[in-house]
T-cell receptor
């Protein structure tokens, strides 16, 4: 069964600190892995997308890594800001069709001043 | 380039009624997918349409239906509403190509009373 597990479920950090969110998946065959940021009450916004051959992808202070052998991905946030408070969702696809994607339950990040 | 537009943004319905939600995808995108997100829950895939044809469907009862028009705009309908249908309904569009990014709208908040 295709599954995506994210950890931790929630995380609280102080402004300016770094943090790393984890995503483990059992989706097969693998097509791509995406990280989304979802502010409360808003739609998710794409942060990064990685295919099998990509090990790392950056988007500003966000850096995603992918280890296709161990089926693990991480999202590293550098120098956190209050606006980083959101839910971060890992999505793994085994097909280009939108319906062939498995969503993680997300990690809720709270950045405190 | 306009993003994914969903209407209405908020609505309240009574148990037993039906509701229709609308989604206008990004210009040129032919894939439209729908998701349900309940408080504290992850995104649950409802269905995906591509060029007016439903090509993927999630595990939701038949009360949930959708369609896509020739201009790629999509609607989803929920009949005989239940209290448990209260959720944020998100629409997303993509161009359907390999490695594509899925762009989400802001969602429609449905409250069933």
């Amino acid at each position: 069964k295709n599954q995506v597990e994210q950890s931790p479920q929630s995380l609280i950090i102080l402004e300016g600190k770094n943090c790393t969110l984890q995503c483990n998946y059992t989706v097969s065959p693998f097509s791509n892995l995406r990280w989304y940021k979802q502010d409360t009450g808003r739609g998710p916004v794409s942060l990064t997308i990685m295919t099998f051959s990509e090990n790392t992808k950056s988007n500003g202070r966000y850096t995603a890594t992918l280890d296709a052998d161990t089926k693990q991905s991480s999202l590293h946030i550098t120098a956190s800001q209050l606006s980083d408070s959101a839910s971060y969702i890992c999505v793994v696809s085994y097909n280009t069709n939108a319906g062939k994607s498995t969503f993680g339950d997300g990690t809720t990040l709270t950045v405190k001043p | 380039k306009a993003g994914v537009t969903q209407t209405p943004r908020y609505l309240i319905k009574t148990r037993g009624q039906q509701v229709t939600l609308s989604c206008s995808p990004i210009s040129g995108h032919r894939s439209v997918s729908w998701y349900q997100q309940t408080p504290g829950q992850g995104l649950q895939f409802l269905f995906e349409y591509f060029s007016e044809t439903q090509r993927n469907k999630g595990n939701f009862p038949g009360r949930f239906s959708g369609r896509q028009f020739s201009n790629s705009r999509s609607e989803m309908n929920v009949s005989t509403l239940e209290l448990g249908d209260s959720a944020l309904y998100l629409c997303a569009s993509s161009d359907g190509s390999s490695g594509n990014t899925i762009y989400f709208g802001e969602g429609s908040w449905l409250t069933v009373v």
